[in-house]
């Protein structure tokens, strides 16, 4: 298991990336997904709102609802595109560090507007080992109920939510588009959690980036 130490140097390295992300060509990608900042900025749910529930596709076959976490800390990624250079960073920085998020009993969960077969062939391509679900049909329809959809880009902004054990927003962050916001404000959420998730008394800081 990766030591908190590690875990932060990890996030301090992949968080020191260039805010115009050079185009990369992933394995497996015909060709790689650019994305571009969109002129209007989202509105995110805030800390201390319960979190929307929802049911989305992880697979075809396969379902994905948000209670089915209730009990322990969720961590929910909304971000662009698969394929896209700063969410290939971001989505394996995540996956390098995900034995510090489950020691700390939280539910790593990605989402963007990609729908099931795209998702599997990237969750397969980076070998992530936590769900990628598809918000495609209706498209953007959770990013929109989190306040992080971008109408003009079709695409959700790149947000990350900390959910407590009672399923309630306990951090929220937007990140640049072609940003990488690293793992550090994600450790210092969760930490600011009781046992199981339960809030403690302060809350967390955004991540510096």
Request: charged share 20%; aromatic share 8%.
């Amino acid at each position: 298991m990766a030591s908190k130490k590690s875990a932060r140097r990890a996030s301090t390295t992949r968080t020191k990336t260039k805010t115009k992300p050079k185009a990369s060509s992933p394995r497996g990608a015909a060709k790689t997904r650019a994305v571009t900042a969109p002129a209007v900025s989202p509105h995110l749910l805030p800390p201390g709102t319960k979190a929307p529930d929802f049911t989305l596709r992880s697979t075809p076959d396969k379902s994905v609802t948000l209670s089915e976490f209730r009990g322990r800390p969720v961590i929910l990624a909304f971000y662009p595109a698969d394929w896209s250079p700063t969410c290939g960073d971001q989505l394996a920085l995540y996956n390098e560090v995900l034995p510090e998020f489950e020691r700390h009993n939280a539910q790593l969960i990605g989402i963007s507007v990609d729908g099931v077969w795209c998702h599997a062939a990237y969750a397969k391509s980076r070998n992530l080992r936590f769900p990628l679900l598809a918000d495609f049909e209706p498209k953007g329809a959770v990013a929109k109920m989190y306040g992080t959809y971008m109408p003009s880009a079709g695409w959700s902004g790149r947000a990350l939510f900390v959910l407590d054990a009672t399923g309630t927003i306990r951090w929220s962050y937007l990140s640049p588009i072609g940003t990488n916001p690293g793992a550090d404000g994600v450790l210092t959420a969760l930490e600011s959690l009781g046992a199981a998730g339960r809030p403690a008394a302060h809350t967390a800081r955004p991540a510096r980036t």
